[in-house]
């Protein structure tokens, strides 16, 4: 399932904010459209937003009718930068954003026609990359699975979260593939409940089971013992391990140390921020207060409620078990194991 398809110039989504109850597209052919798309939550998930991002440039790029190659290369910095301040926390995003910026300016001396052939070709590869990624990443990460687990999630790491497979769910499906028996618990992940909304929905087309809880339920049932490891995504991974992920994720870290429970994070090597030291520089993106007041635009909380609405949070390194990603599983001391990818 591919929540992103390019053909003749238009990037076609789904529309992640109608699922489940509606399987509905969205085209975009400006890059204006594929930067709402993003901010909008139309598109989500770290590797999604990624290659979204490449695909808004190349589209944005094509429309460019300068005269000059200097005057050529400012408007597409002025889309890139359009781009970046779609969403603040997923580093996917200024990594796709980065890769496609050096494309053009590596063929500088190209004309203009060839630099937006170029772009175009960069973002269909980053797409068949991404899914050769989350493959390599679940054949790792399965290894860390027994016939006959039950993993909890949170948010949504899968499929509709990438350009097909996933990440967490990938290592999931991976596991499945390889013949063993898997049970998902999915939290529901409010606000913008992306376990409810989009983990069930997905699962579920796939056969895997899964059972829905709220937020609320993780620790009574890692307590009773029906849960044998967790399994999340990743937003952006300092080089010490500390990781940002879906708003929760570092309470469901938190509940499984103290039940002794393995806590793994799945993510491309893309989510690293070589940049960063530690999770304290992540920057972490609030959203409006209406996600926390309304479901569907049914009132929950009185008028005029303060509302904090953090879209993620940071889990420290020392609960994370392992980091799996496409090179293999990576253990502590991440800072040292990290720095070896380089
Ligand atoms: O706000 P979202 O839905 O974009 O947040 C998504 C997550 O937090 C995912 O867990 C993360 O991006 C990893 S997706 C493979």
Not at 220 to 235: N, P, Q, T, Y
Not at 244 to 272: D, H
Not at 321 to 339: Q, R, S, W
Request: proline letters at 4%; charged letters at 25%.
């Amino acid at each position: 399932m591919r929540p992103l398809d390019f053909k003749d110039g238009v990037l076609r989504l789904i529309d992640q904010t109608r699922l489940p109850t509606e399987l509905v597209y969205v085209r975009c052919s400006t890059y204006k459209e594929v930067a709402s798309s993003i901010t909008d939550m139309i598109v989500r998930g770290a590797p999604a937003i990624g290659v979204t991002a490449a695909y808004g440039i190349a589209i944005g790029a094509s429309a460019i009718n300068a005269g000059t190659k200097e005057a050529f290369l400012k408007e597409l910095e002025d889309i890139c930068s359009v781009i970046r301040s779609t969403r603040p926390t997923a580093v996917n995003l200024f990594w796709a954003v980065d890769r496609m910026y050096n494309k053009a300016l590596d063929n500088r001396d190209s004309d203009p026609d060839t630099i937006k052939e170029l772009l175009v070709s960069e973002a269909v590869k980053m797409d068949h990359e991404d899914v050769e990624i989350n493959k390599a990443l679940g054949s790792h990460g399965s290894k860390l699975i027994s016939d006959g687990f039950t993993i909890l999630t949170h948010c949504n790491a899968g499929a509709l979260a990438t350009c097909d497979y996933g990440t967490a769910l990938g290592v999931i499906r991976a596991a499945r593939d390889s013949g063993k028996n898997i049970n998902v618990y999915a939290d529901e992940t409010r606000p913008y409940l992306q376990g409810a909304r989009l983990t069930a929905w997905e699962l579920l087309q796939d056969g895997i089971p899964v059972t829905l809880i709220c937020d609320n339920m993780a620790g009574h049932f890692m307590k009773s013992g029906a849960i044998d490891c967790v399994i999340v995504g990743a937003d952006r991974i300092a080089t010490n391990g500390d990781t940002a992920n879906k708003i929760g994720t570092y309470s469901v870290a938190v509940l499984a140390r103290e039940n002794n429970i393995p806590f793994y994070v799945a993510a491309p090597i893309s989510t690293i921020d070589f940049s960063i030291e530690t999770g304290d520089s992540i920057p972490i993106e609030e959203r409006k207060a209406a996600e926390v007041t309304h479901i569907k635009g049914i009132q929950l909380a009185p008028d005029g409620i303060k509302v904090a609405n953090p879209a993620f949070d940071v889990t420290p390194n020392r609960y994370i078990t392992a980091i799996i990603t496409e090179k293999g599983v990576l253990y502590p001391p991440y800072k040292v194991n990290i720095d070896g990818l380089k």
